[in-house]
Every structure is written in C-alpha cells, then in structure tokens.
C-alpha cells in the first residue's frame, strides 16, 4: 500500500486548506484507520484526525471545530478540509494508515505518504 | 490527555556506541506505544510497536522496552544511518506524540 498527498502548497489566511490523499496497491475499505498528521517546528508531530472505510471520524479536539474529513471509495482517497486557516497552519501535511489493533497489541502508523509541505500566506 | 515526554531532547553519539532514549507518560498505558524514527524530509518510520516488538523489515539493534509509563528505545550499536529524530506515539481516544530526541553524530 501507498499513499500520496495532493492539494495547494499555498492558501490565504481565513481560507480552507484542502488535501487529498490516494491509497494505491490496496483498498481504502479495509480494516484500517486512515489518518492526517501535521508537522511543525513549533508544535512537532500533530494529529488532526482519522476517518475509517464507513466515514465514521474523530476529530482532535483542538482542531474539531475548523476540521472535515471524508472517504471516497469509489476513487480510492480520503481527503482533509481545514477552514479559517492562519500562519499557525502552515505545516508538512502527512496521510497515514493506522494499522488495525490486534488483542493486546497496537500496531501504529506502519504507512506515511511523503507529505505535502502547506504554507498559509497572503 | 495523555502526555509523552521524551528524554534527552539531543544525544550525541559517536558510532558504534550504545543509544538509549526514553520516554515517560503522564499515566499508564500498558505496552500500547510505538517508536518511529524520522530523517530530513522524510515521514517517520516504524521501528517498534506495542513496546517492544519490532516492525518488518527493522534491523535487531534497535530494541524497545518497557510498560506502563517508562519506556525506552535501545540502538545497540550505531550505523551512521541510524542518526536521525527518534518519536514516541501513544494512542488513547486520538493519537498523540513525544516531541522527539534528536540522535546525532559526535
């Protein structure tokens, strides 16, 4: 399985960041949690959400109320909207997979897209 | 929240040496944590899942350790390779991250 992120490397503030990612060699209808991770100098690593094969989402909390994300199955993608975007937003943008858990075992994020630097400027 | 506070921030190494890198969180979460390693423009990479076993394809000198809020991943001998920014991961109601130890050359 592979992942790439696509989307504008650049959005004006007050803006929507909008990303897409495409999962090839497998199907987005697994078992498996699909994930957007962020990475800053200033927060590091950051989750903003996951979304599984049905649509149901979780959000972080911090983000929720600017955050969307949703699964098109039929083109094999997921896709992330973040609204009311500022500086505070610009970011390498990553997609993931979190491997499904086993009993007693929690596998992680076994796959990264490469990531999508964003940078939020006028 | 459950917090991951990773230690030292910076370790300096020459290869060939041991490397240990720890992580501590605010409370218990039996042996659910994962170890990545990320390099310069690179996504982070699985080492070690549930604490202590290694992902496909991850070479045996790196190692993890550890239950409840003590963790510690072990690189028993350094490659020139293996310099890079090393992060804990924890998943609760989300996912949540170390702020990273960054391993580099002496």
């Known amino acids: 399985v592979q992942l790439q992120e696509s989307g504008p490397g650049l959005v004006k503030p007050s803006g929507t960041l909008s990303l897409t990612c495409a999962v090839t060699g497998g199907s987005i209808s697994s078992e498996n949690k699909w994930i957007w991770v962020r990475q800053s100098p200033e927060k590091g690593l950051e989750f903003i959400g996951e979304i599984d094969h049905s649509g149901l989402v979780f959000y972080n909390p911090s983000l929720e109320s600017r955050v969307t994300m949703s699964v098109d199955k039929s083109n094999n993608l997921f896709s992330l909207r973040l609204s009311s975007v500022t500086a505070a937003d610009t970011a390498v943008y990553f997609c993931?997979?979190?491997?499904?858990?086993?009993?007693?075992?929690?596998?992680?994020?076994?796959?990264w897209g490469p990531g999508t630097t964003v940078t939020v400027s006028s | 929240d459950i917090l991951l506070t990773q230690s030292p921030a910076t370790l300096s190494l020459s290869p060939g040496e041991r490397a240990t890198l720890s992580c501590r969180t605010s409370r218990s979460i039996s042996s659910y944590l994962v170890w990545y390693q990320q390099k310069t423009g690179q996504p982070p990479r699985l080492l070690i899942h549930s604490a202590s076993h290694r992902a496909s394809g991850i070479p045996a000198r790196f190692s993890g350790s550890g239950s409840g809020t003590d963790f510690t991943l072990t690189i028993s001998s350094l490659e020139p390779e293996d310099f890079a920014v090393y992060y804990c991961?924890?998943?609760?109601?989300?996912?949540?991250f170390g702020q990273g130890t960054r391993l580099e050359i002496k």
């Open positions: 993931a997979r979190e491997a499904e858990a086993a009993v007693r075992l929690y596998y992680g994020v076994d796959i």
């Open positions: 991961q924890h998943r609760n109601d989300w996912i949540t």
